[in-house]
C-alpha cells in the first residue's frame, strides 16, 4: 500500500487562521517553526520556562515570550516543541491545568504520547507535524519559498477537524510545499528510534569509528583513515541524497562498486540485521524508553558514552585536520 501524502492543495489555513497558536519551546524546531507560522499570517504566542538563551533569541526575533502556562491557557492550538526528556514533566505542571474541551494539542515526535508518559484528555485533540529535518533546514527552506517533507498523524479527534487542523500546521510551516505523509504517533516514534539506534547515529558512528581502527592498527596513517571512513562519507550520503542507492553507485568508480557489491554484504551482513531486529523489539516493547527516559541515572549514562566518543582517537585526529585546513 503506497503512502497517503498531502500537497499544498490538500490543505488550508482556514482551520488556524483565527486562533491562536501557542509555541512551546525555542530550540532548533520552535524557533523556526514560530518563524514560519508568524510568515504565514498565524498570531503566535510563545510560551518559554525562563529568561535563558532562547527568550534572548525570542525577543531579538520580535516575539514577546510569556510563561508557559500562560500560553497554554491562550492557545487554541498549542505546539509543544521542547526535548522528550523534560516535555512530560512541563506537560503535567505548565499545560494540563489550562487545556479545555475543542483545543488542539500538536507534537513534533509521538515519543512521549506513544509510551504514556503524557497521557491527554478525551475532548481535546492530538495530532502531529513532524518534520523530516533539523529546524535550520525547515526555516532555510521556507525562506526560499520550498519546504522540507513531514509527517502528520491523528492520536485523538475531539472536535472532528483534528486532521484539518494538522495539516493547516504542516502548511503553515511549509512542510506541505515538499509533501507530507500519513501516519501513526506509534509508526513514526517507533521508525523514528530505530533509525536513529542503528543507521544515523549510531550505526553510521560505529561503522565509522571501526573502519578506523583496523587501519590504524594495520599500520597505516590517522589521516589517511580519518579521509577515508569518515571525511569521504559525506561525498557518499550526498549521492544517495541526490539519486539514490543507484545514482551514488553510477557515481563512483566500477572499482568500488565491485568492491562494495560484494564485500559489503560480508561486513553488514545477517547477524547484524539480527541484531536490528534486537533493538527494535527493544522499542515496541518499551524497554528502550525504560532505560532512557525512564531511568533517573540515564545522563551520567549518557554523559559517560558522551566522554568516550571525545576521548576517540578519530576525534583528535579530526580536530588536528581542521586545524590544519585540511578539512
Not at 119 to 125: A, F, L
Not at 261 to 287: C, F, H, N, W, Y
Amino acid at each position: 500500500m503506497r503512502a497517503k501524502v498531502h500537497y499544498d492543495p490538500d490543505a488550508s489555513l482556514d482551520p488556524i487562521k483565527d486562533k491562536t497558536v501557542a509555541v512551546i519551546g525555542y530550540g532548533s524546531q520552535g524557533r523556526a517553526q514560530a518563524l514560519n507560522l508568524r510568515d504565514s499570517g498565524i498570531r503566535v504566542l510563545l510560551g518559554l520556562r525562563g529568561e535563558g538563551r532562547s527568550y534572548a533569541q525570542a525577543r531579538a526575533d520580535g516575539f514577546e515570550p510569556v510563561p508557559i502556562e500562560e500560553a497554554a491557557r491562550a492557545g487554541d492550538v498549542i505546539l509543544m516543541l521542547i526535548p522528550d526528556v523534560p516535555m512530560a514533566e512541563v506537560y503535567r505542571r505548565h499545560v494540563e491545568p489550562h487545556l479545555r474541551r475543542g483545543k488542539t494539542l500538536v507534537f513534533a515526535h509521538g515519543y512521549n504520547v506513544h509510551f504514556g508518559r503524557i497521557k491527554t484528555p478525551p475532548d481535546v485533540n492530538v495530532v502531529l507535524v513532524a518534520p523530516k529535518s533539523p529546524g535550520a533546514l525547515l526555516r532555510q527552506k521556507f525562506v526560499e519559498g520550498k519546504g522540507v517533507p513531514a509527517l502528520v498523524a491523528v492520536h485523538n479527534d475531539a472536535t472532528g477537524d483534528a486532521k484539518s487542523i494538522a495539516l493547516a500546521i504542516a502548511k503553515a510551516i511549509g512542510c506541505t510545499r515538499a509533501g507530507v505523509i500519513e501516519t501513526t504517533f506509534a509508526e513514526e516514534t517507533e521508525t523514528d528510534l530505530f533509525g536513529e539506534q542503528t543507521v544515523l547515529v549510531g550505526g553510521v558512528m560505529e561503522l565509522i569509528k571501526k573502519g578506523f581502527e583496523v587501519l590504524v592498527e594495520n599500520g597505516y596513517q590517522p589521516e589517511l583513515a580519518y579521509f577515508e571512513v569518515c571525511n569521504e562519507l559525506k561525498l557518499i550520503v550526498d549521492l544517495i541524497y541526490s539519486g539514490g542507492l543507484t545514482g551514488m553507485l553510477r557515481g563512483v568508480s566500477d572499482t568500488a562498486k565491485f568492491g562494495g557489491l560484494t564485500v559489503g554484504p560480508k561486513v553488514i551482513d545477517e547477524e547484524v540485521k539480527q541484531r536490528m531486529r534486537e533493538a527494535l523489539r527493544a522499542i515496541r516493547s518499551g524497554e528502550f524508553e525504560r532505560t532512557w527516559t525512564g531511568n533517573p541515572k540515564a545522563y551520567e549514562e549518557l554523559n559517560r558514552l558522551m566522554s568516550e566518543v571525545e576521548a576517540h582517537p578519530i576525534e583528535a585526529v579530526g580536530r588536528s585536520l581542521r586545524e590544519r585546513g585540511l578539512l
